[in-house]
Protein backbone atom coordinates (compact mmCIF):
# COMPACT_ATOMS: atom_id res chain seq x y z
CA UNK A 1 0.00 0.00 0.00
CA UNK A 2 1.30 3.53 -0.97
CA UNK A 3 2.57 5.38 2.09
CA UNK A 4 -0.20 8.09 3.15
CA UNK A 5 0.69 11.38 5.16
CA UNK A 6 -0.31 10.94 8.85
CA UNK A 7 -2.86 13.76 9.00
CA UNK A 8 -4.82 11.99 5.88
CA UNK A 9 -4.32 8.27 8.06
CA UNK A 10 -6.35 9.97 10.93
CA UNK A 11 -8.73 12.29 9.36
CA UNK A 12 -11.96 11.61 11.45
CA UNK A 13 -14.27 9.23 10.06
CA UNK A 14 -17.57 9.87 12.40
CA UNK A 15 -18.32 13.12 14.63
CA UNK A 16 -17.06 11.24 17.10
CA UNK A 17 -13.43 11.09 16.13
CA UNK A 18 -13.38 15.17 15.50
CA UNK A 19 -11.22 16.91 18.14
CA UNK A 20 -12.07 19.90 20.23
CA UNK A 21 -15.60 20.75 18.58
CA UNK A 22 -17.83 18.96 20.62
CA UNK A 23 -21.09 21.27 20.94
CA UNK A 24 -20.92 21.11 16.57
CA UNK A 25 -20.60 17.71 16.68
CA UNK A 26 -23.39 17.38 18.56
CA UNK A 27 -25.94 19.66 17.20
CA UNK A 28 -25.01 18.07 14.02
CA UNK A 29 -25.69 14.37 15.03
CA UNK A 30 -29.14 15.38 16.37
CA UNK A 31 -29.88 17.43 12.96
CA UNK A 32 -29.12 13.61 11.28
CA UNK A 33 -31.24 12.17 14.13
CA UNK A 34 -33.97 14.17 13.97
CA UNK A 35 -33.77 14.78 9.72
CA UNK A 36 -33.74 18.66 10.06
CA UNK A 37 -31.02 18.93 7.56
CA UNK A 38 -30.51 22.66 6.71
CA UNK A 39 -30.64 23.22 2.99
CA UNK A 40 -27.21 25.52 3.62
CA UNK A 41 -23.98 25.05 6.34
CA UNK A 42 -21.64 27.76 6.61
CA UNK A 43 -18.09 26.59 8.53
CA UNK A 44 -15.94 29.13 9.33
CA UNK A 45 -12.36 28.99 11.47
CA UNK A 46 -8.48 29.14 11.56
CA UNK A 47 -6.73 26.46 9.42
CA UNK A 48 -6.41 22.80 10.40
CA UNK A 49 -9.69 22.61 13.34
CA UNK A 50 -12.02 20.31 11.51
CA UNK A 51 -14.12 22.04 9.26
CA UNK A 52 -13.49 19.73 5.65
CA UNK A 53 -13.37 16.30 7.57
CA UNK A 54 -16.79 17.65 9.80
CA UNK A 55 -18.29 18.73 5.75
CA UNK A 56 -17.24 15.17 4.42
CA UNK A 57 -18.91 13.45 7.51
CA UNK A 58 -22.27 15.23 7.51
CA UNK A 59 -22.41 14.72 3.44
CA UNK A 60 -22.07 10.74 4.60
CA UNK A 61 -24.11 10.76 7.45
CA UNK A 62 -27.02 12.40 5.60
CA UNK A 63 -26.69 9.88 3.13
CA UNK A 64 -25.95 6.94 5.12
CA UNK A 65 -28.26 3.85 5.01
CA UNK A 66 -28.31 2.64 8.19
CA UNK A 67 -26.63 5.98 10.76
CA UNK A 68 -25.74 4.99 14.23
CA UNK A 69 -26.05 7.36 16.59
CA UNK A 70 -26.33 10.10 14.28
CA UNK A 71 -22.90 8.84 12.86
CA UNK A 72 -22.03 7.49 9.35
CA UNK A 73 -21.69 3.69 9.69
CA UNK A 74 -19.24 3.63 7.52
CA UNK A 75 -20.12 -0.06 6.02
CA UNK A 76 -23.07 1.02 3.82
CA UNK A 77 -22.66 1.38 -0.09
CA UNK A 78 -23.15 4.80 0.25
CA UNK A 79 -20.71 5.38 2.74
CA UNK A 80 -17.91 3.36 0.90
CA UNK A 81 -18.65 5.00 -2.18
CA UNK A 82 -17.91 8.45 -0.77
CA UNK A 83 -14.94 6.72 1.20
CA UNK A 84 -13.50 5.87 -2.27
CA UNK A 85 -15.07 9.04 -3.79
CA UNK A 86 -16.60 7.78 -6.30
CA UNK A 87 -20.43 8.77 -6.26
CA UNK A 88 -21.75 11.77 -7.36
CA UNK A 89 -23.97 12.71 -4.70
CA UNK A 90 -21.25 14.04 -3.06
CA UNK A 91 -19.17 16.81 -5.38
CA UNK A 92 -16.55 18.56 -3.83
CA UNK A 93 -15.37 22.52 -5.31
CA UNK A 94 -11.98 24.21 -4.37
CA UNK A 95 -13.22 28.02 -4.44
CA UNK A 96 -9.57 29.12 -4.85
CA UNK A 97 -9.52 27.20 -8.25
CA UNK A 98 -12.70 27.96 -9.71
CA UNK A 99 -14.03 31.02 -8.26
CA UNK A 100 -15.30 32.38 -11.63
CA UNK A 101 -19.01 33.10 -12.77
CA UNK A 102 -19.14 31.14 -15.30
CA UNK A 103 -18.63 27.80 -12.41
CA UNK A 104 -21.17 28.97 -10.31
CA UNK A 105 -23.81 29.35 -13.65
CA UNK A 106 -22.65 25.37 -14.52
CA UNK A 107 -22.89 25.12 -10.63
CA UNK A 108 -26.46 26.49 -11.11
CA UNK A 109 -27.26 24.09 -14.03
CA UNK A 110 -26.62 20.36 -12.32
CA UNK A 111 -28.22 21.09 -9.15
CA UNK A 112 -31.67 20.60 -10.99
CA UNK A 113 -30.46 17.05 -11.42
CA UNK A 114 -31.31 14.03 -8.35
CA UNK A 115 -28.91 11.98 -6.41
CA UNK A 116 -27.46 8.83 -7.73
CA UNK A 117 -27.65 7.03 -4.63
CA UNK A 118 -29.00 8.82 -1.29
CA UNK A 119 -31.48 11.02 -0.12
CA UNK A 120 -29.37 14.51 -0.89
CA UNK A 121 -26.36 15.66 -3.10
CA UNK A 122 -24.19 17.75 -1.80
CA UNK A 123 -22.03 20.33 -2.31
CA UNK A 124 -19.17 21.21 -0.22
CA UNK A 125 -17.59 24.47 -1.67
CA UNK A 126 -13.93 24.98 0.29
CA UNK A 127 -12.70 28.39 0.73
CA UNK A 128 -15.33 29.88 -0.42
CA UNK A 129 -14.42 33.46 0.61
CA UNK A 130 -12.18 33.29 -2.72
CA UNK A 131 -15.29 33.39 -4.86
CA UNK A 132 -15.55 36.77 -7.24
CA UNK A 133 -18.18 38.93 -6.35
CA UNK A 134 -20.25 38.13 -9.65
CA UNK A 135 -19.65 34.30 -8.55
CA UNK A 136 -21.42 35.11 -5.20
CA UNK A 137 -24.26 36.74 -7.54
CA UNK A 138 -24.18 34.16 -9.07
CA UNK A 139 -24.83 31.39 -6.41
CA UNK A 140 -27.36 33.89 -4.09
CA UNK A 141 -30.63 32.66 -5.52
CA UNK A 142 -29.60 29.02 -5.63
CA UNK A 143 -28.39 29.09 -2.07
CA UNK A 144 -31.49 30.74 -0.95
CA UNK A 145 -34.11 28.24 -2.62
CA UNK A 146 -32.00 25.39 -3.35
CA UNK A 147 -34.02 22.22 -4.67
CA UNK A 148 -35.05 20.09 -1.75
CA UNK A 149 -32.95 17.60 -2.23
CA UNK A 150 -29.72 19.93 -2.96
CA UNK A 151 -27.46 20.51 0.74
CA UNK A 152 -24.49 23.00 0.59
CA UNK A 153 -21.93 22.84 3.32
CA UNK A 154 -19.78 26.27 2.53
CA UNK A 155 -15.99 25.92 4.42
CA UNK A 156 -14.05 29.49 4.85
CA UNK A 157 -11.31 30.59 6.96
CA UNK A 158 -11.89 34.06 6.65
CA UNK A 159 -16.22 34.95 6.70
CA UNK A 160 -16.06 38.16 7.12
CA UNK A 161 -14.91 38.44 3.43
CA UNK A 162 -18.65 36.71 2.93
CA UNK A 163 -21.28 39.19 1.29
CA UNK A 164 -24.13 39.54 4.14
CA UNK A 165 -26.82 37.79 1.43
CA UNK A 166 -24.63 34.79 1.84
CA UNK A 167 -24.24 34.87 5.48
CA UNK A 168 -27.65 35.23 6.26
CA UNK A 169 -29.15 32.33 4.06
CA UNK A 170 -26.43 29.36 5.97
CA UNK A 171 -26.57 28.17 9.63
CA UNK A 172 -23.06 29.07 10.76
CA UNK A 173 -20.71 27.11 12.88
CA UNK A 174 -17.87 28.72 14.46
CA UNK A 175 -14.56 26.22 14.90
CA UNK A 176 -12.56 27.01 17.50
CA UNK A 177 -8.94 26.17 18.08
CA UNK A 178 -7.98 22.98 19.40
CA UNK A 179 -6.51 23.28 22.89
CA UNK A 180 -3.30 21.71 23.54
CA UNK A 181 -4.23 19.09 25.90
CA UNK A 182 -6.72 17.30 22.78
CA UNK A 183 -4.31 17.94 19.87
CA UNK A 184 -1.54 16.02 22.70
CA UNK A 185 -3.92 13.54 23.25
CA UNK A 186 -4.62 13.03 18.95
CA UNK A 187 -0.76 13.35 18.04
CA UNK A 188 -0.34 10.04 20.98
CA UNK A 189 -2.75 8.18 19.77
CA UNK A 190 -0.63 8.48 15.99
CA UNK A 191 3.00 7.58 17.73
CA UNK A 192 1.23 4.86 19.22
CA UNK A 193 -0.22 3.83 15.58
CA UNK A 194 3.24 3.98 14.41
CA UNK A 195 4.88 2.34 16.93
CA UNK A 196 7.15 5.18 17.63
CA UNK A 197 8.85 6.41 20.76
CA UNK A 198 7.99 10.67 21.27
CA UNK A 199 8.38 11.86 24.71
CA UNK A 200 5.77 13.90 26.16
CA UNK A 201 7.98 16.87 26.07
CA UNK A 202 8.22 16.11 22.28
CA UNK A 203 4.95 16.49 22.07
CA UNK A 204 3.80 19.31 24.02
CA UNK A 205 6.41 21.33 21.60
CA UNK A 206 4.23 20.16 18.29
CA UNK A 207 1.03 21.11 19.98
CA UNK A 208 2.24 24.76 20.90
CA UNK A 209 3.64 25.01 17.51
CA UNK A 210 0.84 24.35 15.41
CA UNK A 211 -1.23 26.61 17.21
CA UNK A 212 -4.51 25.23 17.97
CA UNK A 213 -4.63 23.32 14.27
CA UNK A 214 -4.59 19.57 14.37
CA UNK A 215 -3.27 18.98 10.74
CA UNK A 216 -0.18 21.09 11.19
CA UNK A 217 0.00 19.19 14.22
CA UNK A 218 0.20 15.88 12.43
CA UNK A 219 2.32 17.28 9.99
CA UNK A 220 5.39 17.92 12.24
CA UNK A 221 4.99 14.93 13.55
CA UNK A 222 4.93 13.56 10.28
CA UNK A 223 8.18 15.04 9.86
CA UNK A 224 9.96 13.73 13.29
CA UNK A 225 9.24 10.51 12.52
CA UNK A 226 10.41 10.54 8.57
CA UNK A 227 14.14 11.81 10.98
CA UNK A 228 13.59 8.60 13.63
CA UNK A 229 11.40 6.46 15.32
CA UNK A 230 12.07 8.02 18.88
CA UNK A 231 11.55 11.89 19.12
CA UNK A 232 12.54 14.00 21.69
CA UNK A 233 12.65 17.55 22.13
CA UNK A 234 15.72 18.20 20.58
CA UNK A 235 14.67 16.78 17.23
CA UNK A 236 11.77 18.82 17.78
CA UNK A 237 13.38 21.92 18.32
CA UNK A 238 15.77 21.35 15.28
CA UNK A 239 12.74 20.49 12.97
CA UNK A 240 10.98 23.58 14.21
CA UNK A 241 14.41 25.79 14.50
CA UNK A 242 12.92 27.21 18.11
CA UNK A 243 15.61 27.73 20.67
CA UNK A 244 15.22 26.02 23.91
CA UNK A 245 13.53 27.74 26.80
CA UNK A 246 16.92 28.26 29.14
CA UNK A 247 18.41 29.97 26.39
CA UNK A 248 15.44 32.89 25.87
CA UNK A 249 15.75 33.33 30.01
CA UNK A 250 19.31 34.03 29.74
CA UNK A 251 19.04 36.08 26.52
CA UNK A 252 15.99 38.19 28.63
CA UNK A 253 18.51 37.88 31.10
CA UNK A 254 21.22 39.75 28.97
CA UNK A 255 18.62 42.57 27.95
CA UNK A 256 17.36 42.99 31.86
CA UNK A 257 21.18 44.00 32.53
CA UNK A 258 21.74 45.80 29.38
CA UNK A 259 24.61 43.56 28.54
CA UNK A 260 25.00 44.20 24.57
CA UNK A 261 28.15 42.28 24.51
CA UNK A 262 26.08 39.62 25.59
CA UNK A 263 23.16 39.78 23.55
CA UNK A 264 25.36 39.73 20.48
CA UNK A 265 27.37 36.73 21.23
CA UNK A 266 24.16 34.68 21.72
CA UNK A 267 22.63 35.91 18.69
CA UNK A 268 26.08 35.09 17.03
CA UNK A 269 25.33 31.78 18.78
CA UNK A 270 21.77 31.58 17.01
CA UNK A 271 23.74 32.01 13.58
CA UNK A 272 26.04 29.31 14.06
CA UNK A 273 23.43 26.99 14.97
CA UNK A 274 21.59 27.84 11.44
CA UNK A 275 18.47 29.56 13.38
CA UNK A 276 16.07 31.70 11.39
CA UNK A 277 16.32 35.21 13.08
CA UNK A 278 12.11 35.65 12.15
CA UNK A 279 11.69 32.30 14.26
CA UNK A 280 13.67 33.90 17.22
CA UNK A 281 11.62 36.87 17.14
CA UNK A 282 8.69 34.92 17.57
CA UNK A 283 10.12 33.20 20.03
CA UNK A 284 11.34 36.09 22.20
CA UNK A 285 7.96 37.51 21.86
CA UNK A 286 6.24 34.13 23.61
CA UNK A 287 8.19 34.04 26.12
CA UNK A 288 8.38 37.57 27.15
CA UNK A 289 4.25 36.84 26.96
CA UNK A 290 5.39 34.65 29.73
CA UNK A 291 6.79 37.06 31.65
CA UNK A 292 4.06 39.52 31.55
CA UNK A 293 1.49 37.01 32.38
CA UNK A 294 4.03 35.68 35.15
CA UNK A 295 3.92 39.65 36.62
CA UNK A 296 0.64 40.24 36.11
CA UNK A 297 -1.18 36.74 37.15
CA UNK A 298 1.38 34.83 38.34
CA UNK A 299 -1.02 32.04 40.20
CA UNK A 300 -2.73 31.62 36.33
CA UNK A 301 0.58 30.83 34.55
CA UNK A 302 1.02 27.55 34.27
CA UNK A 303 -2.61 26.75 33.18
CA UNK A 304 -2.52 29.78 30.36
CA UNK A 305 0.79 28.54 28.97
CA UNK A 306 0.62 24.86 29.18
CA UNK A 307 3.22 23.98 31.60
CA UNK A 308 4.36 22.46 34.86
CA UNK A 309 4.18 24.35 37.90
CA UNK A 310 8.15 24.20 38.51
CA UNK A 311 8.34 25.98 35.22
CA UNK A 312 6.32 28.58 36.10
CA UNK A 313 8.31 29.37 38.93
CA UNK A 314 10.90 29.89 36.92
CA UNK A 315 9.76 32.13 34.77
CA UNK A 316 7.63 34.19 38.31
CA UNK A 317 11.45 34.33 39.10
CA UNK A 318 13.20 36.03 36.28
CA UNK A 319 9.90 38.15 35.61
CA UNK A 320 11.72 40.28 38.56
CA UNK A 321 14.85 41.46 36.65
CA UNK A 322 12.28 43.73 34.79
CA UNK A 323 9.64 45.98 35.58
CA UNK A 324 6.01 45.85 33.85
CA UNK A 325 6.87 48.80 31.47
CA UNK A 326 10.31 47.69 30.07
CA UNK A 327 8.85 44.50 29.33
CA UNK A 328 5.64 46.03 27.36
CA UNK A 329 8.33 48.03 25.61
CA UNK A 330 10.19 45.41 24.46
CA UNK A 331 7.54 43.14 23.70
CA UNK A 332 6.50 46.31 20.77
CA UNK A 333 10.11 46.29 19.59
CA UNK A 334 10.05 42.68 18.79
CA UNK A 335 6.75 42.68 17.26
CA UNK A 336 7.57 45.19 15.23
CA UNK A 337 10.73 43.32 13.60
CA UNK A 338 8.37 40.60 11.95
CA UNK A 339 7.06 43.63 9.46
CA UNK A 340 10.68 44.47 9.10
CA UNK A 341 12.52 41.70 7.99
CA UNK A 342 9.74 40.98 5.71
CA UNK A 343 11.75 44.37 3.23
CA UNK A 344 15.23 43.96 5.07
CA UNK A 345 18.06 42.64 3.01
CA UNK A 346 19.96 41.61 6.21
CA UNK A 347 17.51 39.72 8.82
CA UNK A 348 20.39 39.16 11.47
CA UNK A 349 21.01 43.00 11.58
CA UNK A 350 17.40 43.80 12.34
CA UNK A 351 17.99 41.68 15.12
CA UNK A 352 20.37 42.88 16.46
CA UNK A 353 19.66 46.60 16.25
CA UNK A 354 15.98 45.73 18.11
CA UNK A 355 18.06 43.53 20.78
CA UNK A 356 20.30 46.47 21.01
CA UNK A 357 17.62 49.30 21.50
CA UNK A 358 16.30 46.88 24.20
CA UNK A 359 19.88 47.20 26.19
CA UNK A 360 19.44 50.88 26.14
CA UNK A 361 18.18 52.64 28.99
CA UNK A 362 14.37 53.53 28.64
CA UNK A 363 15.17 57.30 28.74
CA UNK A 364 17.56 57.34 25.29
CA UNK A 365 15.14 55.56 22.99
CA UNK A 366 11.16 56.37 24.52
CA UNK A 367 10.34 59.54 24.63
CA UNK A 368 6.94 58.50 25.98
CA UNK A 369 8.38 56.73 28.64
CA UNK A 370 10.43 60.17 29.80
CA UNK A 371 7.29 62.02 29.64
CA UNK A 372 5.92 59.56 31.85
CA UNK A 373 8.34 59.32 34.36
CA UNK A 374 8.55 63.33 34.72
CA UNK A 375 4.55 62.94 35.30
CA UNK A 376 5.36 60.09 37.89
CA UNK A 377 7.97 62.34 39.47
CA UNK A 378 5.29 65.75 39.51
CA UNK A 379 2.90 63.45 41.31
CA UNK A 380 5.23 62.65 43.75
CA UNK A 381 6.25 65.90 44.43
CA UNK A 382 2.84 67.16 45.19
CA UNK A 383 1.76 64.28 46.93
CA UNK A 384 4.62 64.67 49.11
CA UNK A 385 4.28 68.42 49.74
CA UNK A 386 0.36 67.65 50.99
CA UNK A 387 1.66 65.28 53.31
CA UNK A 388 3.85 67.34 54.75
CA UNK A 389 1.22 70.49 54.79
CA UNK A 390 -0.61 68.04 57.08
CA UNK A 391 2.37 67.34 59.28
CA UNK A 392 1.83 63.55 58.21
CA UNK A 393 5.71 63.15 59.19
CA UNK A 394 5.75 59.49 59.54
CA UNK A 395 4.20 58.99 55.68
CA UNK A 396 7.13 60.92 54.49
CA UNK A 397 9.44 57.82 53.81
CA UNK A 398 6.64 55.94 52.32
CA UNK A 399 5.64 59.04 49.86
CA UNK A 400 8.86 59.09 48.69
CA UNK A 401 8.12 56.08 46.63
CA UNK A 402 4.33 55.16 46.28
CA UNK A 403 3.24 52.31 44.50
CA UNK A 404 6.42 50.29 44.53
CA UNK A 405 7.11 46.88 45.85
CA UNK A 406 9.62 45.17 45.75
CA UNK A 407 8.82 42.71 42.15
CA UNK A 408 9.17 46.33 40.55
CA UNK A 409 12.83 47.19 41.27
CA UNK A 410 15.04 48.60 38.90
CA UNK A 411 18.34 46.10 37.90
CA UNK A 412 20.38 49.03 39.63
CA UNK A 413 18.37 49.73 42.53
CA UNK A 414 18.61 45.66 43.01
CA UNK A 415 22.82 45.91 42.47
CA UNK A 416 22.47 48.71 44.97
CA UNK A 417 20.73 46.41 47.42
CA UNK A 418 23.22 43.59 46.61
CA UNK A 419 25.81 46.02 48.29
CA UNK A 420 24.17 45.89 51.37
CA UNK A 421 24.33 42.13 51.74
CA UNK A 422 26.67 41.39 54.35
CA UNK A 423 28.38 38.18 53.86
CA UNK A 424 30.18 35.82 55.86
CA UNK A 425 33.67 36.88 56.54
CA UNK A 426 36.81 34.85 56.23
CA UNK A 427 34.95 32.21 55.36
CA UNK A 428 36.99 28.53 53.85
CA UNK A 429 37.09 28.46 49.80
CA UNK A 430 36.55 24.86 50.46
CA UNK A 431 33.45 25.07 52.14
CA UNK A 432 30.25 24.70 49.75
CA UNK A 433 28.04 27.53 51.49
CA UNK A 434 30.75 29.66 50.50
CA UNK A 435 29.59 29.20 46.27
CA UNK A 436 25.99 28.84 47.54
CA UNK A 437 25.96 32.44 49.31
CA UNK A 438 28.08 33.54 46.23
CA UNK A 439 24.99 32.79 43.98
CA UNK A 440 22.71 34.82 45.95
CA UNK A 441 25.05 37.75 46.01
CA UNK A 442 25.96 37.62 42.20
CA UNK A 443 22.23 37.17 41.14
CA UNK A 444 22.13 40.68 42.82
CA UNK A 445 24.82 42.10 41.10
CA UNK A 446 25.35 40.57 37.87
CA UNK A 447 21.90 38.61 36.44
CA UNK A 448 23.74 37.84 33.11
CA UNK A 449 26.52 36.36 35.33
CA UNK A 450 23.79 34.51 37.39
CA UNK A 451 21.49 33.26 34.18
CA UNK A 452 25.21 31.66 33.13
CA UNK A 453 26.47 30.19 36.40
CA UNK A 454 23.14 28.63 37.03
CA UNK A 455 24.05 26.09 33.86
CA UNK A 456 26.70 24.43 35.04
CA UNK A 457 28.58 23.54 38.79
CA UNK A 458 31.70 24.62 40.67
CA UNK A 459 34.01 21.91 40.31
CA UNK A 460 36.97 22.91 42.80
CA UNK A 461 37.86 25.99 44.83
CA UNK A 462 41.04 24.67 45.99
CA UNK A 463 43.30 27.65 47.26
CA UNK A 464 41.05 30.46 46.13
CA UNK A 465 40.95 29.39 42.99
CA UNK A 466 37.27 28.50 42.14
CA UNK A 467 36.86 26.89 38.39
CA UNK A 468 33.61 26.30 37.34
CA UNK A 469 32.24 23.98 34.37
CA UNK A 470 28.85 24.01 32.19
CA UNK A 471 26.61 20.58 32.54
CA UNK A 472 26.57 20.20 28.97
CA UNK A 473 28.36 20.62 25.96
CA UNK A 474 25.86 22.40 24.30
CA UNK A 475 26.76 25.94 24.27
CA UNK A 476 30.00 25.56 26.71
CA UNK A 477 32.18 27.69 24.47
CA UNK A 478 29.69 31.05 24.53
CA UNK A 479 29.45 30.29 28.66
CA UNK A 480 33.35 30.58 29.10
CA UNK A 481 33.80 33.29 26.72
CA UNK A 482 31.03 35.28 28.81
CA UNK A 483 32.29 34.58 32.37
CA UNK A 484 35.62 34.71 31.72
CA UNK A 485 35.32 38.24 30.41
CA UNK A 486 37.67 40.48 31.97
CA UNK A 487 35.27 42.75 33.40
CA UNK A 488 32.53 40.07 34.60
CA UNK A 489 35.23 38.42 36.18
CA UNK A 490 36.27 41.15 38.11
CA UNK A 491 33.03 41.31 39.68
CA UNK A 492 32.60 37.37 40.72
CA UNK A 493 36.24 37.58 41.80
CA UNK A 494 35.24 40.86 44.17
CA UNK A 495 31.91 38.90 45.42
CA UNK A 496 34.16 35.92 46.34
CA UNK A 497 36.85 38.16 47.68
CA UNK A 498 33.79 39.63 50.07
CA UNK A 499 32.78 36.14 50.99
CA UNK A 500 35.76 34.81 51.74
CA UNK A 501 37.91 37.35 52.67
CA UNK A 502 40.73 36.99 50.74
CA UNK A 503 42.19 37.33 46.97
CA UNK A 504 39.78 35.14 44.89
CA UNK A 505 40.55 33.51 41.64
CA UNK A 506 37.53 32.45 38.91
CA UNK A 507 37.95 30.24 35.77
CA UNK A 508 35.24 29.13 33.49
CA UNK A 509 36.78 25.93 31.81
CA UNK A 510 35.69 23.03 29.78
CA UNK A 511 34.23 19.80 30.47
CA UNK A 512 36.53 16.77 31.79
CA UNK A 513 39.63 19.84 31.44
CA UNK A 514 42.57 18.52 32.45
CA UNK A 515 43.30 21.63 34.66
CA UNK A 516 41.26 20.13 37.26
CA UNK A 517 44.77 18.38 38.46
CA UNK A 518 45.08 20.25 41.59
CA UNK A 519 42.56 18.10 43.38
CA UNK A 520 45.31 15.68 42.99
CA UNK A 521 47.06 14.20 46.15
CA UNK A 522 50.37 13.46 44.24
CA UNK A 523 53.12 13.67 47.17
CA UNK A 524 55.58 15.92 44.44
CA UNK A 525 52.64 18.20 43.91
CA UNK A 526 52.42 18.56 47.84
CA UNK A 527 56.57 19.28 48.19
CA UNK A 528 56.03 22.27 45.84
CA UNK A 529 53.41 23.62 47.80
CA UNK A 530 55.58 23.20 50.99
CA UNK A 531 58.39 24.98 49.36
CA UNK A 532 56.72 27.47 47.27
CA UNK A 533 53.53 27.97 49.23
CA UNK A 534 49.99 27.39 48.33
CA UNK A 535 49.57 30.23 45.70
CA UNK A 536 47.83 30.20 42.63
CA UNK A 537 49.85 27.99 40.30
CA UNK A 538 49.46 26.70 36.24
CA UNK A 539 50.52 23.49 36.34
CA UNK A 540 51.71 22.62 32.62
CA UNK A 541 52.19 19.08 33.55
CA UNK A 542 53.42 16.53 36.27
CA UNK A 543 56.45 14.88 36.45
CA UNK A 544 55.94 10.89 36.97
Request: aromatic share 6%.
Amino acid sequence: MAYQALYREWRPKDFSHVVGQKAIMETLRNQVINRRIAHAYLFCGSRGTGKTSTAKILAKAINCLSPVNGDPCGVCENCMRTDREETLDVIEIDAASNNGVDEMRDLRDTVKYPPQYGSYKVYIIDEVHMLSTSAFNALLKTLEEPPAHIVFILATTEPQKLPETILSRCQRFDFGRISIQDITGRLKEAADGCSAEVSDGALMLIARAAEGGMRDALSLLDMCLGYSNKVDENLVRSILGTSDTSFLFRFCDALAMQDAGCVFMMIDQLMKEGKDPAVFAKDICGHIRGLLIAKTSPDDLAAILNITEEEAKEYIQHSENMTFTRLIRILDLYMSLGTEMRYTSSPRMALENISIKCCLKTTETDEQALSDRITELENRIAELTRKLENGSVSVRVAAAEPGRNETEKTPTEKKQAASSVKPTKNAQPEDPAVWKQFMTVIRQKDMAAWSFLSQGSLVSSRDGHFRWQANRKEGEQQFIAVLNNPDRKKVICDCLADITGQQCMFSAIEKDSAVLNDNSDDAYLETLYDTFGKGPVNVVDQIK
